[in-house]
């Protein structure tokens, strides 16, 4: 059930309307990811992690509560979809004393539950979680940037989950367009891992 890479390029395919042309940007992986990744905790219908990168990067984050919720049936599995208000908190700390402090504009999360016995884990087991969001912050010195992030936690194979990062700045406000091709890209995801959620080993 890798979908990370090809989620990637949905999401951060948003971001090209205001890739800066003389700006910075940060683009940095983590397999297995590392960190700490909770849906509905320590906040009932919210999403929040802490998420270490190569750099070293740590990013932390907090959803709102969701607003739209959907399920699905996926061959074996079932698929519990949260989408989350704007808002909510994003913090990137990295080297050289950088320092991001920003909100969501896009986020949502997938919960997979198996309803098929798989060895190791009963029907009803909670066998992967994700979380993908987009979101703009300033940084120290009042620098506007954006970004978009992404982690997938397998507990059947732990080390194929994987997260990503990538930020860019300085940039402008985001037009309407950037932010429908952000709720774009998280479809994009969620379509992807219907595609291929079935395929339980």
């Given amino acids: 059930m890798k979908r990370t890479a090809l989620a990637t390029i949905a ?24 960190g700490f990744l909770g849906i509905n905790f320590p906040i009932s219908n919210t999403s929040s992690g802490l998420l270490v990168f190569p750099g070293p990067y740590q990013l ?8 739209q ?10 698929l519990f979809e949260a989408i989350y208000g704007t808002g909510g908190s994003v913090e990137v700390l990295g080297p050289n004393g950088f320092q991001l402090s920003g909100t969501f504009t896009d ?6 539950t198996n309803t098929a016995p798989i060895p190791g884990f009963p029907v009803g087991s909670v066998v992967e979680i994700s979380v ?3 979101f703009t912050g300033s940084l120290l010195d009042g620098e506007s940037w954006q970004g978009s992030f992404g982690v997938d936690q397998s507990f059947m ?4 989950s994987s997260s990503f990062l990538r930020m860019s700045g300085p940039v402008s ?3 309407q367009g950037g932010l429908l091709l952000c709720c774009a890209g998280i479809l994009a ?8 959620a079935g395929k339980v080993p």
Avoid: M, W, Y
């Fill in 11 to 34: 999401i951060l395919g948003a971001f090209a309307f205001a890739t800066p042309a003389n700006g910075d940007s940060v683009s940095v992986q983590q397999s297995p990811f590392s």
């Fill in 60 to 67: 932390t984050f907090q959803t709102n509560s969701s607003i």
């Fill in 69 to 78: 919720t959907n399920t699905f049936v996926v061959g074996s599995l079932d």
């Fill in 107 to 112: 986020a949502a999360s997938q919960t997979f």
């Fill in 132 to 134: 993908s969001g987009a």
């Fill in 157 to 160: 194979l732990p080390e194929s």
């Fill in 173 to 175: 406000e985001p037009s």
């Fill in 189 to 196: 995801l969620g379509l992807l891992g219907r595609q291929t």
